[in-house]
């Protein structure tokens, strides 16, 4: 607490004597203002009432109940599992043939390979849905179903890629290698070696997939036309024209879903390698 | 799952390799691996062929295919017309909307930037548990993004959690639902664990000798602050800077649901032609118009460091 100016400023005095308190309150502050929502929304999953009020007259598992023998959101979630299982089984094999022939092979268009794999992130996402559906059901004709699933899958893909990149990066190449003196070729090396070894990464980028896949709206609003709706979009609506308090505890069950997952995935891997973008 | 075939790598495959991969998958593969290792360009063809086809068929051509449509007149296959973008630039109400959405994105941005430094410094340099504080920076950017701005429908409602918690502290309720701070608070709610990650790889990249240099050398913390630690994590900052900036620019769900009616964004203007209006070259044409602001964005942050687009495996 001692200010008493030296030879500096007084500012830079106050700056150096209470810099690790400064940095301690700013991460307090920071981490509840980006937890204290969630806990809301858990909290008040549990409210009474059929409005949302708050405080919460009393505390009850009458939502929950409610979402289970809704037939719409539980199919909605049937929905979003049809596409996501899917889109992200085949984003996450697109995504390891790109880390592979990115990191493995010199061939021209290599570096637009990368550009095109990472641009799905930059281009804002309402662009590209609207150029998705103009395309997708105006030209192709393509179903609902069809179109969502590869919107999925180009969405997914640059942070599948990102997850499974590093990983061969950093996997120790002299093992391919002796397998490959050992009389292997590529395609046996790439199976018993290469792919055991990347193994968590691949598994890291497939539950990120999935995770946003199961989260992604704005490619799915534009492109599903009128089928059935995915979970987000279901949300939407509710939110848009009939909030009930059931929101509340569909938000929770998608917290808790990507949590784990995201959690499963850090597990995995490194943990700043979903920080990657 | 395949854990347990990666541990040994097989010493049973010794001389005859090629054969016996072959055989335990039904013959071909042992076959397909030759043809291909004396075809590299046909092997590189195979590997890099396909997500090369996907991406360009169905994210590069759709784009492209907008901006054809955007020359068409009221619907698909329509004549060609320049008059969806000169209705568009010749009109106050879109331009200002533009204006306006610049505007909030650009706070946005300042905030985020600001805050998020601010953390992933305080994080970084005075903080041993990084990997937990990251994760739990990290975790609620893996959430829906609806049910994250739904929490917020919650907290700032009229009679919400915080016209609630205000009234038991005996003050007055502000009702923020549908208003500016509500949308700056949204947003920056949803961005603020995106811009974190470049500056946190900036900042732990950032050699700690030059900051030691600088105090030696008589520097003050402010002082050491903007003549060492922000010049060499420019980049970081340029990256989150981007990256905040491109997705709040072209949003509509946080203005439709956390603004009302007098928060328009473009974002919002778009969706609303493709889902009520059904105009959709008109459409086309403000996605081309956001899409050329963005990339002009893009290649300033590129040359003035940002390493977004970097390739490989290094982030900025």
């Known amino acids: ?277 | 799952m395949a854990e347990q075939s990666g541990a040994s790598v097989g010493p049973e495959d010794d001389d005859d390799a090629t054969r016996s991969g072959a055989a335990d998958t039904g013959g071909g593969l042992g076959a397909v691996s030759a043809f291909f290792r004396e075809r590299p360009r046909l092997r590189t063809l195979a590997v890099a062929g396909p997500p090369y086809g996907v991406l360009i068929l169905f994210f590069a051509i759709p784009l492209l295919a907008m901006l054809v449509v955007s020359f068409q007149t009221g619907e698909i296959g329509g004549a060609w017309t320049l008059s969806n973008y000169t209705d568009f630039l010749g009109s106050d109400t879109y331009l200002t909307v533009v204006w306006k959405t610049l505007l909030v994105s650009l706070q946005v941005t300042a905030i985020v930037a600001t805050i998020g430094y601010a953390l992933a410094y305080s994080i970084v340099r005075f903080s041993r548990r990084t990997t937990l504080l990251l994760l739990l920076v990290i975790l609620p950017f893996w959430t829906s993004y609806i049910i994250r701005m739904y929490a917020w429908i919650n907290i700032l409602q009229s009679d919400g959690v915080l016209d609630s918690t205000l009234n038991m502290l005996g003050l007055p309720a502000v009702s923020l639902l549908y208003s500016e701070p509500a949308v700056l608070i949204g947003f920056t709610y949803v961005w603020l664990p995106l811009a974190v990650l470049p500056f946190y790889a900036s900042l732990t990249n950032l050699d700690g000798d030059l900051i030691e240099a600088s105090k030696d050398l008589g520097a003050g913390p402010i002082r050491t602050f903007t003549s060492v630690t922000l010049p060499m994590t420019i980049n970081g900052v340029i990256t989150g800077v981007v990256l905040v900036f491109i997705p709040t620019f072209g949003s509509f769900i946080t203005p439709r649901l956390l603004g009302g009616t007098n928060n328009i964004m473009i974002g919002m203007v778009i969706e609303n032609q493709f889902k009520s209006a059904f105009n959709w070259p008109f459409g086309a044409a403000i996605g081309m118009v956001i899409s050329v602001v963005v990339v002009a964005l893009l290649v300033l942050g590129t040359r003035l460091g940002g390493g977004l687009l970097a390739t490989g495996g290094e982030e900025a």
């Open chain 1, 1 to 277: 607490m001692s200010s008493t100016g030296g030879l500096t400023g007084p500012i830079e005095r106050l700056v150096q004597t209470h810099a690790s308190r400064m940095a301690a309150v700013v991460i307090a502050v920071v981490i509840a203002f980006l937890w204290v929502p969630i806990g809301v929304l858990v909290f008040m999953s549990f409210a009474d009432g059929g409005v949302l009020s708050f405080p919460p007259d009393e505390l009850t598992l009458r939502w929950y109940r409610v979402f289970l023998s809704n037939d719409a959101a539980m199919d909605a979630i049937v929905t979003t599992l049809t596409i996501s299982v899917p889109a992200t089984a085949i984003s996450v094999l697109l995504s390891t043939m790109i880390a592979y022939a990115v990191n493995r092979y010199v061939f021209p268009g290599r570096n637009w390979l990368q550009l095109l794999a990472t641009l799905p992130i930059v281009v804002p996402l309402v662009v590209t849905g609207v150029a998705m559906v103009l395309f997708f059901n105006g030209t192709l004709g393509l179903s609902g179903y069809v179109s969502v699933v590869i919107a999925h899958v180009v969405r997914t893909i640059p942070f599948a890629t990102l997850v499974i990149l590093p990983t061969l990066l950093t996997f120790d190449r002299g093992l391919e290698e002796a397998s490959k003196d050992l009389g292997a070729d590529e395609l046996q090396t790439f199976r018993q070696v290469t792919l055991p070894n990347i193994f968590p990464g691949i598994v890291a980028g497939g539950l990120l997939a999935f995770t946003l896949s199961f989260n992604e709206f704005v490619y799915t609003y534009f492109v599903k036309g009128s089928g059935d709706p995915t979970l987000p979009v279901y949300i939407w609506n509710q939110i848009r024209y009939n909030v009930t308090p059931e929101v509340n505890v569909i938000s929770v069950v998608f917290l808790l879903l990507a949590v784990s997952l995201v959690l499963l995935a850090v597990s995995l891997t490194r943990v700043e390698l979903l920080a990657r973008r």
